[in-house]
Each structure stands twice: as C-alpha cells, then as structure tokens.
T-cell receptor, first 117, second 111 residues
Framework: DADVTQTPRNRITKTGKRIMLECSQT?????MYWYRQDPGLGLRLIYY???????NKGEISDGYSVSRQAQAKFSLSLESAIPNQTALYFC????????????????FGPGTRLTVL | GQNIDQPTEMTATEGAIVQINCTYQ??????LFWYQQHAGEAPTFLSY????GLEEKGRFSSFLSRSKGYSYLLLKELQMKDSASYLC????????????FGTGTRLLVSP
C-alpha cells in the first residue's frame, strides 16, 4: 500500500465550482504540504502544515484553502475554480526519518490532475 | 530568496554516464535534494547532501560544493528507464525549512 495517497487522481470541473482534493498518509509524519506543478514552472508550494493546529500559506495560496483534519489527513480546496488552476497537484509529507541525520525528506503522493474548463 | 538553475533538457545513450548540474543562490542553505520524476508521476527521492562532497548510492551519485553553490547528480550505466525529469531542490534555513525546487532537467536516454 502506498504511504501517501491522493483522491481523486483525475478531475475535470467547470469554472466556479468548488473542488476538494484529499491527501492521506500512513508514514506517521507530522508535516504535510500541498504543491502545484505547471510545465516550465516546477513545483510551487501552496500551503503547509506542521501539525493539526498549524496551517501556513506558501508562495501561491490565493484562491486555495486547506484543512488539516487529523495528523494523517490534509485537504486542499478550491472555493471557486478558475481555468488557470488547471495543473498537477501533489501532496507531500515529511518528518523525522530513522537514522543519524535528520533530513526531513519530503515524500510525495501520486498527484491529482485537475482540469478547470 | 532562492534561485536555482539547471539545464532544461539533456540527452544521453544507454550505458553511458551523464552529469546533471544544479547551481543555486540562496539567502540560507540547509541541504540539497535530488528527485526523479517520470512524466505524470510523483517525484521520488534520490539523494540528500548537506555537507560538501560526494554521496554515492548505487548507479546514482550526488555532489555538493557549498562555497560554489553547486551540485551535480551523476548517473552511471544509463538505462532506458532513467528517462525522466530530475529536480534539484534546496532547503532554506529558518523556522520553516521550506524546499525551493528548480524547474527540472528532462533526460532522454536513447538506445
């Protein structure tokens, strides 16, 4: 079973609709992240959360909101989708890995391909 | 802020060795990561460098020079399945040690 899962994997919606993307993890990590990826722009951070009571904006949070329902669950919402939010969305988690060095490596879910018409 | 540069695209032949470079300019530095990403799939972790020098992991090695703001990923004995994008990411210093990603290098391995 995958450590980080995202649902749905693909979604096509219309302008103005509310959309929720969900992320769950079984890695036991406390930190979770939402990124979007666009061709030629790389991965950009939307929101991040260090624990259930901690939510922070990333570099491109406008038009998005998040909810950390539990340590293992982090949802991203588009309140009123617009076409330029068409992108590949990734959830990631990080936490203290076993070993001598605390690398806080981020591990990514499989992604959600969102198309806004 | 952070600025990360890597070549957009590279080509190489099966069995060969390829080096993918990454240069960065940062206000703070707390580690550099390399990820592999096949088209339409999730980035997967390859390597982490925080100290100067070479880290070797099988066919893949990663090098870091903090004084030069420079890293490279070395792929040996290339296989067709190595065709993918390779993302360089730098971790910032500070309360939230966010990752800043480069735009990635697309590697095409041909027979």
């Amino acid at each position: 079973d995958a450590d980080v899962t995202q649902t749905p994997r693909n979604r096509i919606t219309k302008t103005g609709k509310r959309i929720m993307l969900e992320c769950s993890q079984t890695k036991g990590h406390d930190r979770m992240y939402w990124y979007r990826q666009d061709p030629g722009l790389g991965l950009r951070l939307i929101y991040y959360s260090f624990d259930v009571k901690d939510i922070n904006k990333g570099e491109i949070s406008d038009g998005y909101s998040v909810s950390r329902q539990a340590q293992a669950k982090f949802s991203l919402s588009l309140e009123s989708a617009i076409p330029n939010q068409t992108a590949l969305y990734f959830c990631a988690t990080s936490g203290r890995d076993r070993g001598f060095i605390d690398t806080d490596t981020q591990y990514f879910g499989p992604g959600t391909r969102l198309t806004v018409l | 802020g952070q600025n990360i540069d890597q070549p957009t695209e590279m080509t190489a032949t099966e069995g060969a060795i390829v080096q993918i470079n990454c240069t960065y300019q940062t206000s703070g530095f707390n580690g550099l990561f390399w990820y592999q990403q096949h088209a339409g799939e999730a980035p997967t972790f390859l390597s982490y460098n925080v100290l100067d020098g070479l880290e070797e992991k099988g066919r893949f090695s990663s090098f870091l020079s903090r004084s030069k703001g420079y890293s490279y990923l070395l792929l040996k004995e290339l296989q067709m399945k190595d065709s993918a994008s390779y993302l360089c990411a730098v971790r910032d210093l500070g309360g939230f040690q966010k990752l800043v990603f480069g735009t990635g290098t697309r590697l095409l391995v041909s027979p």
